[in-house]
């Protein structure tokens, strides 16, 4: 599914972000990338959706080569990708409908098919009664799971998602969590990027660990 | 199809939230519109004017009273063959005569006691329009009044030069005029637009990751511009035809009126629809120019 031979990422000032990171995630698989913060987790999946590109070395996600992706294909790269943001990303003056009705406007998915979708989602991360507010009123546990439901809205092959428990207390981590691995039963593949050393003990998924950069850990 | 109607929806979102800023806009481009649709009235009734003019402009030859059958044959037998003569009429003493009479109605008298008949035989010349000028008119008198038997020439050509330069003058100045007001409505529209784009950046950048093409991030930006251009045009279309109405009524006349030529007419469809796009084109451009900037992969 994701293939990265010798990716290095350098920003201005000769700041390294990644270092010859070699990496292979299979499809279906569900992967952590843990470290502190600071260590790349981000850049490193703004790589692989094609946010931003690496200063040298090749990524191959579902085959493709994103690297040499000429801009005209970018879009469809990324409606085979779901993507939860670190700061979910919801806009704070539409409804919950309304942001996730977004995401099938642009796909140009009819409006009756969009809705169905949405409400299946709504209901999937248990938010089906509150569909009509707007961001500011749900606390943040029920943001993160709006950005989820919204990240699933174009049924991706691969989800990635950003420090989904950033905010969270233990228990309502554990929630997304398992939200998670539901929806990586379902065959989708999911990357999770994480600070949170005690989820990733507990879950005893496979854990690539960064640290400045660098690859220093992979186990199991 | 799915997409088109969300992207009509997006653009119609976009004014109504603009507010008094795509009002501001609307209103500049009318007001540009205005100024550039009245300089069009004018010049293209003055064109018409002119044109009019040119078509019944002729050229007076009047002739020698002594002038012989064969003299007069002979002339009109050298003016025909010239190029610039479209159409030549023969006025005798007795018809220029009468006509005379007609137009003094009422006041023959005035004739009375002239005895012998005073006004003189002419002839009419049309002239074609490309021998109009001030330099081939000349020439062309110069001939005539060479001719045996040609008492005078009359022709009136130069005020008619006059007013078509004028018009010359003032489609000059509508066509700067236009262009400055339709840059400054361009830079309006592009504003307008750029704090569209910037309110909404947040969503620009959510579309641009969740997979929207650059065209369907654009459209409904660029149909917000093209909206706000051809409902100014419009607008400014109302305006004018309103004044106009009100200049006629003001003036007692009907349209066609003025001038007594056939013209005074307002603008023709395919300049109003002209001026229609060429405002939704203002505003296209302008919301280009804004988002075009603005967006990357």
Known sequence: MIQLFHVYKTYARDVEALVDINLHIQKGEFVFIAGPSGAGKTTLLRLIFRDELPTSGQILVNGRNVVKLPDRAIPHLRRSIGVIFQDFKLLRDRTIFDNLALVYRVLGIP????????????KLVGLSHKVQMTPYRLSGGEQQRV?????????????????????????????????LGDINARGTTVVVATHDLDVVRELGRRTIVLKAGRLVEEHP | MERLRYILQDALVNIRRSGWGGLASIGTIAVSFVIVGIFLIITRNLGAVVAEWKEQ???????EDGITAEQLALVKKRIQSERAVRAMTYTSKEEALQSFKRELKGKESLLEGLGENPIPASLQLRIHEAYQTPEALRQFAAFLTRLEGVEDVLYGQEWVDRVASAVRVLRLLGLSVGLALGMASLLIVSNTIRLAVYARAEEIEIMRLVGATKTHIRAPFLLEGMIQGGLGAGLALLLLFGAYRATLWQLQLTPGQIFGVGVGSFLDPRWATAMLLAG??????????????????
Do not use: W
């Open chain 1, 111 to 122: 409006s009756a098919t969009g809705k169905r979708k949405v409400a299946n989602l709504l």
């Open chain 1, 147 to 179: 950005a989820i439901a919204r990240a699933l809205m174009n049924d991706p092959l691969l989800l990635l998602a950003d420090e989904p428990t950033g905010d969270l207390d233990a228990d309502l981590s554990m929630d997304v969590m398992r939200l």
């Open chain 2, 57 to 63: 402009f002729q050229v007076t030859v009047f002739l």
């Open chain 2, 280 to 297: 939704a084109s203002v505003g296209a451009f302008g919301s280009l120019i804004s988002v075009g900037r603005f967006l990357r992969a």
